[in-house]
């Protein structure tokens, strides 16, 4: 099992365990629970504590035919079950991210957008706002100095990538809040894949920052 | 409540699938009304869920979650699909769950009851004022901006609370390891 260094804030946790967090951010919060026995242990015990909070709603009595129209729903469909959880060591293997991927990372149809880095947007917006896509960073290749005018959350899907915070590899996540500036630099020798769920637009603070983020399209 | 969802997962036994309904589909439907939700949204949403629960019992764990632990995950979920389904106009009923519900992680199992005690512990000893923020948090699906406002109080303020009460809850879940 390869060691994870960097995880969700808990705040992050918390959120996604309540259901709050847009459908971009999810899928990267649960890639990485799905592999982290640290953050899946508290995903557990926050949800624990939805379910104590459930129990302590005042009810509101449900329509007087409900018990028999759930009956009959359920008759009509076949019993669900276990989702297959691929045990491949594969971090883009697990589910949720596996569904929104076809294929592996190696048939991404990637799409040039600076020097050294190429990206692949994902559709993930049904719920809420929030930007998904997978980029590609050249080995030795610097992204622009930037801020993030929102919440971001990278997961390290291969290779590897330092910034201002440290070193981030196959499976870390930056959980990066409002305001943070940082200009991260792909390291060893293959390409470092991150997949990127993005609040807002990310605001380049140097002039080729400033060049490249229209291409970047966001 | 448990040994109804253990039940209800062997055989499919309706009559504890109806005891189980009877105390938590009103649960539901006032949970996700607290959440925003229309009453007629709600009872939709509550119906959708129970379906669930009686679909999926033989995926319930008690190793893993307490029978209210569950059902909250499945009303969530349900919530989040829903607002998918409006967003996107369809949806596809066997696309993979957003959240897994399995835990890959068997070797992390706690003994659950005392999971729950502890946790219970450590909310009721949570200053009021993180507590009322928390219960907020998780009751309603409204941005913390709008919680800040309506208990009158700086969105720092707001923010800096719930991180307090989330890092002790999680303290409690971290010791039990």
């Known amino acids: 099992m390869r060691v994870v260094n960097h995880h969700p804030k808990t705040e992050t946790l918390a959120d996604f365990s309540a259901g709050r967090l847009d459908e971009a951010r999810s899928v990267v919060i649960a890639t990485h629970v799905a592999t982290c026995a640290q953050c899946s242990q508290a995903v557990s015990g926050f949800e624990a504590l939805g379910g104590l909070c459930l129990e302590e709603v005042a009810p509101v009595a449900m329509a007087s035919d409900a018990l028999e129209k759930i009956l009959a729903r359920a008759d009509a469909g076949a019993n669900i079950v276990a989702p297959h959880h691929d045990s491949s060591a594969r971090l883009e293997k697990q589910l949720p991210l596996s569904a929104y991927l076809e294929g592996s990372l190696d048939d991404v149809n990637w799409r040039r957008v600076a020097p050294g880095m190429s990206q692949s947007v994902i559709e993930a917006q049904g719920y809420r706002e929030g930007v998904l896509r997978l980029l590609k960073i050249a080995p030795g290749t610097r992204m622009p100095k930037h801020t993030h005018e929102g919440e971001e959350l990278t997961l390290i899907l291969r290779g590897a990538y330092e910034d201002e915070i440290g070193e981030f590899s196959v499976g870390d996540l930056a959980d990066l809040g409002d305001k943070h500036t940082h200009s991260p630099k792909a390291i060893g020798d293959e390409p470092c894949i991150c997949l990127i769920a993005t609040a807002a637009p990310l605001n380049f603070k140097t002039l080729t920052g400033k060049l490249v983020q229209p291409f970047i399209g966001l | ?177």
């Open chain 2, 1 to 177: 409540m448990q040994d109804c969802l253990l039940r209800v997962a062997e055989n499919g036994d309706r009559r504890a699938f109806a005891e189980l309904y009877a105390y938590f589909a009103p649960r539901v439907k006032g949970f996700l009304m607290r959440g925003g939700a229309s009453p007629e949204e709600a009872e939709d949403l509550a119906q959708d869920a129970m379906v669930k629960v009686l679909r999926k019992a033989k995926l319930f764990d008690p190793a893993k979650a307490s029978a209210s632990t569950w059902i909250f995950t499945i009303a969530r979920n349900a919530r989040i699909d829903a607002i998918r389904r409006a967003s996107r106009g369809a949806l596809d009923p066997d696309e993979p769950a957003l959240m897994p519900e399995e835990s890959p992680r068997a070797d992390h199992i706690c003994e659950l009851n005392d999971q729950s005690a502890r946790i219970k512990k450590a909310v009721g000893s949570l200053p009021p004022e993180q507590l009322e923020v928390m219960r907020l948090h998780f009751y309603e699906d409204e941005p913390h901006s709008v919680i800040a406002e309506r208990l009158d109080l700086p969105l720092g303020t707001v923010k800096s609370r719930l991180r307090l009460a989330f890092e002790k809850v999680r303290k409690e879940i971290g010791d039990l390891s």
